[in-house]
Each structure stands twice: as structure tokens, then as C-alpha cells.
């Protein structure tokens, strides 16, 4: 799993090192079907203030459509955690739904909840 980033020049350099460690733990689990992981960290209203730190996270997976995940906060730890975050789930759901769907319903078993006990 590649991890790049590309920070505008208001953003402080550390924040890479931020990226990269909520990267590698968030998505760990997922490292062999992640191709890479792309953050972009912005901030949209230069020294004005407001919620202006803009973080979109794109991860491309093998064999499956990307997720984009667009997300702005005051500071910009918390607009990484965030769209980490919201990343690592979306990227489970995708795993998650793909595997179900292929492999159980095209084989045409239906899982069982509860069988009935005979009284």
C-alpha cells in the first residue's frame, strides 16, 4: 500500500508525518487490497480563520471503484482524523458488501438466522 500526500504551502510540513501515521493504521487491515491512499491538505481560506482546512482522501483499491472522501475542519489534525475516518469505513463497507454479494448469493445459499427447534 503506497501512502502520498500533497500539502499546500500554508499547511505546516509535519502534517505529512500526521498523514502518514493515521494512514498506515487506519487502512492496515485492508493493505492487500489497497493499491494507494492519496491525501490532499489545503487550506481554503488562507489566514482569514473558519473552518478552512480542507483534507479529500482518495483511495484506490484493486478491483473496485475509488473512495472519495471530502472533509473541512479548523485545524488540521482534525480534518485528517476525520476523513481517515470516514475513509477506513467506507473502505470496510466496500470490502464487505463485494464479498457477501459474490460469494454467497451467487452460489445461491441463504444464511440461516435461526433454525426452529422441534418441541
Known amino acids: 500500500m503506497k501512502i502520498s500526500f500533497h500539502l499546500d504551502s500554508s499547511v505546516p510540513p509535519h502534517a505529512g508525518e500526521l498523514i502518514r501515521s493515521r494512514c498506515s493504521t487506519a487502512f492496515a487491515r485492508f493493505e492487500s487490497t489497497i493499491e494507494e491512499v492519496y491525501v490532499t491538505l489545503a487550506d481554503v481560506?488562507?489566514?482569514?480563520?473558519?473552518?478552512s482546512i480542507r483534507c479529500v482522501v482518495r483511495v484506490q483499491m484493486h478491483r473496485r471503484p475509488d473512495v472519495i472522501i471530502h472533509e473541512q475542519a479548523d485545524i488540521f489534525e482534525r480534518a485528517v482524523g476525520l476523513a481517515v475516518e470516514r475513509a477506513s469505513r467506507q473502505v470496510a463497507?466496500?470490502?464487505?458488501?463485494r464479498d457477501y454479494s459474490a460469494e454467497s448469493l451467487r452460489?445461491?445459499?441463504?444464511?440461516?438466522?435461526a433454525e426452529a427447534v422441534p418441541a
Open 45 to 51: 481560506n488562507g489566514p482569514k480563520g473558519g473552518e
Open 93 to 97: 463497507r466496500k470490502i464487505n458488501r
Open 107 to 113: 452460489r445461491g445459499d441463504v444464511p440461516i438466522l
